[in-house]
């Protein structure tokens, strides 16, 4: 392949303290799929088990998803009018789950007809879903972005597979800006990116899928540079790639939680190309694509990954 080949090859940049002598990749440009703009609001990139790439962007109250094939072929999968869709995640039937910041989960049959809203209200609070995650049951686990650092009212909540994800759980919260959620190859323990706290949390799980109640909850890292964690994907051997949205990078974790690599967009030094909120990571392969924008266009870019993709449970189909 044309990109980085290995991890020996490492490029300095301008980083947090904590990152700067760490093995850094530069990713390269894929595929342009905007014009310049300063954010573009794509997010909720995912994969289906076929190679498609799925993205969300918002614009002007609306919102559509797009899908990008194996060969780069753009074309609209979804569209909604008064709506924030930003989160996606595959069942193993074909069926998407979608999460719509303005309060609502939807779902859309294989072919990317909407179907129906599911609950997004707990207690009669409104939420405001953000990402997306299933277990290898087909429960489905969502992040809550509401909140801030002083008045931490988000969480992470589940709809059960069983009941046809009409019944509700939730799982943590006290917690700031809920974002990105990953659940960990053994199915034990959720990864969660609490924003407005500028760090990643590990929700360890009791058998029957809620916090444990000792030492359930941890702080994995904390962002030490500019920008905020936003959402994350993890590979096969458990190691988290974090974006970090406004730095136009990603910090890579171990399955411990320690910083051991960055990826960083091509001349990051130029401050453009900032806007880097979500990433997906192609099904079976160690190839991660970054979604990134500024005023030299809205790209995805590719990069090699540490270990191959997560079995998700759209694998299992």
């Not at 094939?69 to 869709?85: G, V, W």
């Not at 949390?201 to 905020?228: A, I, P």
Request: hydrophobic content about 40%.
């Amino acid at each position: 392949m044309s990109y980085v080949d290995n991890w020996n090859d490492i490029k300095k940049m301008t980083l947090p303290s904590d990152l700067v002598n760490l093995p850094t990749m530069v990713a390269e440009p894929w595929l342009q799929v905007n014009e310049a703009m300063p954010i573009a609001c794509m997010e909720g990139s995912i994969f289906d088990p076929d190679g498609n790439l799925y993205y969300c962007f918002r614009k002007d109250g609306y919102s559509t998803i797009y899908k990008i094939t194996p060969d780069k072929q753009i074309s609209e999968y979804y569209h909604r009018e008064s709506s924030a869709m930003i989160g996606i995640a595959v069942h193993r039937d074909g069926r998407f789950f979608v999460a719509d910041a303005m309060g609502k989960v939807l779902e859309l049959d294989k072919d990317g007809k909407f179907t129906r809203d599911l609950l997004a209200d707990h207690h009669e609070v409104k939420l405001a879903p953000n990402d997306l995650a299933f277990d290898m049951k087909g429960n489905l686990y969502f992040t809550d972005f509401s909140g801030t650092y002083q008045d931490p009212c988000g969480g992470v909540y589940r709809l059960d597979a069983e009941g046809d994800y009409t019944k509700l759980h939730l799982i943590v919260g006290g917690l700031a800006a809920a974002n990105g959620i990953v659940i960990t190859p053994a199915g034990d323990e959720i990864w969660v990116t609490e924003t407005a706290r500028n760090c990643v949390l590990k929700v360890r799980l009791d058998k029957d899928g809620f916090l444990r109640k000792r030492g359930g909850l941890s702080t994995l890292y904390y962002n030490q540079g500019v920008g905020l964690p936003d959402s994350s994907k993890m590979d096969e051997e458990g190691n988290l790639y974090q974006t970090i949205n406004f730095g136009g990078r990603i910090v890579i974790l171990d399955h411990y939680g320690m910083a051991v690599a960055n990826v960083v967009v091509p001349e990051r030094e130029k401050a453009d190309c900032l806007f880097s909120p979500n990433l997906a990571i192609r099904p079976g392969t160690d190839e991660g694509y970054l979604l990134c924008s500024g005023m030299r266009g809205a790209w995805v870019f590719r990069f090699r990954t540490i270990a191959k993709s997560q079995k998700l449970f759209a694998d299992l189909r």
